[in-house]
């Protein structure tokens, strides 16, 4: 694990310094805006839309929204996750001592599937530094293809927690790199972070709040940090399907919720539990103020629209938070409450597009 | 047919006169850049590669290609057309007599079973004035919804040429309206040609080159009038499938080719042959150098290439320019002579973004 003694605090000061370190290597991605979709988030559902849901008899809510779209699935490796990796490595370089005990060339290790894996790779790389990465043997081959592009040397192991635990510390113990997490750990946390500020920064009028999605936490915690003490509230969303709700459960019980067994939700971003740092930030220091969650089929139906009025390609986990916007009825009775007339300026972060033809195809051949 | 003896010279002057019309009610759309992509159109293809294509055994040429992607694929309806429909209409509001003559309500018609159905519908819609269209009977569901949501008025007809021609006649004498073709009048061509002018203004440095997309002809003798006089060439593309290249063989042969027998690719907007009026711009004045044409795996490669590194959703028809500076090594020869070690800056129109879910499924489910 790298130094977190070293590291800043939490703070939307720290998150402005990430941002400061990383700009040269990342995208300030654009921020799209789509009046079809605002017209559709801002029509009441009808009472049969709302048959054979949890809101089936109560009275639509009327919301009225007016999004923007942070676009993270055109950042570099097509995801969010180059925010938080790039920071890692170039905190790393300034860490006391960490040349000198010969950090350079030990490298970095992680573990990861999907987009942590290239987003570090790619960050060791432009630094020249190795990075060990360690993979279930069960990912795609366009995964493994993808990691081993930027060079990265790869470590399968099996596909349970326990398994890859093992063969991450003895990578850990044979290399002496440091590890750096794919969420659970500052500098991932203040990196992700530098969406949102950049998103704030990007819009004409203030934005009354920032929807991310929220898998292990780093995105929708550092998105919090980055809007502390600023009048814009922070919301998740997540897939509800098999308990991928963690975060949303944990809150209303006032406890983590440290494992989601076998998750399925197409939203495979999504699946893991909120980290301990993340869950410091969204629950105990109170800054994210609710989670909503989504079903299979709003997650496909949010996906089609930005398929059809937007043209852009995102991927599952990318759109829980329009979906939510677009299908939670608490979401939307919030809205109205909230924004009245006025309605609400949302942010809403899609944090990535890598999702195959192949899978796209598999997805809405089941309709 | 809308008076064309009022139409505006087909020059560059007049596709600036037609920005000017129709800037209040189209998209200025972005022009985006991609270093993977041109970092893979300015390598050689391999040896391997060109195997079993009709360069076999030759030397792969080494062009260096910049490309600037214009995005119609973000355009209102989701493609160029919209550019030449606001265009008719704004111009026959101004035809001398055409209100007088009861032209606002007798209103438009045309004969589309895809992207200039919706383009003339929204345009008509946003003048208030009735849009008559003809459309085959096989249309898809999806295409007929669309339209029908733009407030068209539809008849339907046989699939046949003859059979589209004896409705559109009758709905003609039945409305008096305007027939508003779908690439072959002044009207459109100008609107169409708009495109390419503002894509000429929203580069940094001056573009060697555009290379669209050629079906009916409107949108690339369209580039052709936007660029004339300027040191921008002008380069067409089109799929090989079943003969679906006319026009480059027509430019072959200085002969248009006026039909195409039961084109099947997968560029659907491509299977028209090139328009009269497209022609006499394209052949006759000399303003297209050349079209080059690909094959359908191209432009499957060229889709899954812009999916996976650009994120953005293009329909298989708008690649075709794109797939044509990847693959087609007369034109990558053209761009080594011509551009020499600085090589060129490329112009590329996407035309369009309209391809379903259901669609992408099948074309990928195929390889």
Excluded at 132 to 144: D, E, V, Y
Excluded at 263 to 286: E, F, Q, Y
Aim: net charge neutral; glycine share 8%.
């Amino acid at each position: 694990m790298a130094d977190q003694s070293t590291a800043l605090p939490l703070t939307r000061e720290s998150v402005q310094a990430a941002h400061k370190l990383i700009e040269p290597y990342i995208h300030k991605t654009p921020v799209l805006t789509n009046a079809t979709l605002n017209r559709l988030a801002s029509t009441p559902r009808t009472e049969a839309e709302l048959e054979g849901t949890e809101w089936a008899g109560r009275a639509p809510a009327k919301p009225v929204l007016r999004f923007w779209f942070k676009c993270e699935n055109f950042q570099k490796i097509g995801a969010f996750k180059a925010r938080g990796a790039f920071h890692a490595i170039e905190r790393l370089k300034q860490e006391p001592g960490w040349a000198e005990r010969g950090g350079r060339e030990r490298g970095v290790v992680t573990h990861s599937s999907g987009n942590h894996a290239q987003a570090l790779s790619l960050a060791a790389l432009t630094s020249s530094i190795p990075a060990h990465i360690i993979m279930p043997s069960t990912s795609s081959p366009a995964k493994i293809a993808a990691t081993r592009s930027y060079g990265a040397h790869i470590t399968f192991s099996g596909p349970t927690a326990p398994e890859r635990e093992a063969v991450t510390s003895q990578i850990l113990s044979q290399t002496n790199a440091a590890f750096i997490p794919p969420y659970d750990h500052p500098y991932i946390i203040l990196g992700q972070g530098t969406a949102a500020l950049e998103l704030l920064s990007q819009t004409p009028t203030p934005l009354d709040a920032i929807i991310t999605p929220c898998g292990g936490g780093g995105l929708l915690s550092g998105t919090a940090l980055a809007c502390e003490g600023t009048r814009t509230l922070v919301f998740g969303a997540e897939p509800s399907l098999d308990g991928a709700d963690d975060c949303r459960r944990g809150l209303l019980s006032h406890a983590r919720v440290e494992t989601v067994p076998a998750a399925r939700t197409i939203a495979d971003g999504l699946r893991t539990p909120v980290g301990k740092i993340p869950w410091s930030i969204i629950h105990d220091r109170g800054l994210v103020r609710a989670v909503y969650a989504v079903s299979e089929d709003e997650i496909r139906k949010a996906m089609r629209l930005v398929w059809e009025r937007m043209k852009i390609v995102v991927e599952p986990s990318a759109v829980v938070g329009l979906a939510a916007a677009l299908y939670n009825e608490e979401f939307r009775a919030m809205v109205e409450r909230d924004g009245g007339k006025a309605g609400w300026d949302l942010g809403v972060v899609f944090s990535g597009g890598n999702v195959s033809l192949e899978m796209m195809g598999k997805l809405f051949a089941e309709e």
